[in-house]
């Protein structure tokens, strides 16, 4: 099987969570739903970065580091 890998500050990849799918570290949370999240956030105003962090118990710096994983991936 294959082993845990950390791609970038903050990211994890672990076979055995979300299909090895990219997830704030530790968590169960994949990068790519925080980054569209705070995209959301962003255009609509309608959802505050506190909210998202109370909703998916993050931390300002941990939803920072998805958005930065994220925007690097599509660079």
């Known amino acids: ?6 791609p970038a ?9 979300q299909a090895g799918a990219p997830c704030i570290d530790g968590t169960r ?7 569209s999240l705070a995209r959301t956030a962003e255009d609509e105003e309608s959802k505050h970065l506190a909210d998202m962090c109370d ?7 941990q939803v920072q580091q998805a958005v930065d994983y994220e ?3 599509a660079a």
């Not at 099987?1 to 950390?6: P, S, V």
């Not at 500050?9 to 969570?17: D, E, H, L, R, S």
């Open 1 to 6: 099987m294959a082993a845990i890998w950390r």
């Open 9 to 17: 500050a903050g990211v994890w990849v672990n076979p055995a969570v």
């Open 29 to 35: 949370v994949p990068t790519r739903l925080v980054a």
């Open 55 to 61: 909703d998916y118990r993050l931390t300002p710096k």
């Open 71 to 73: 925007l690097l991936l």
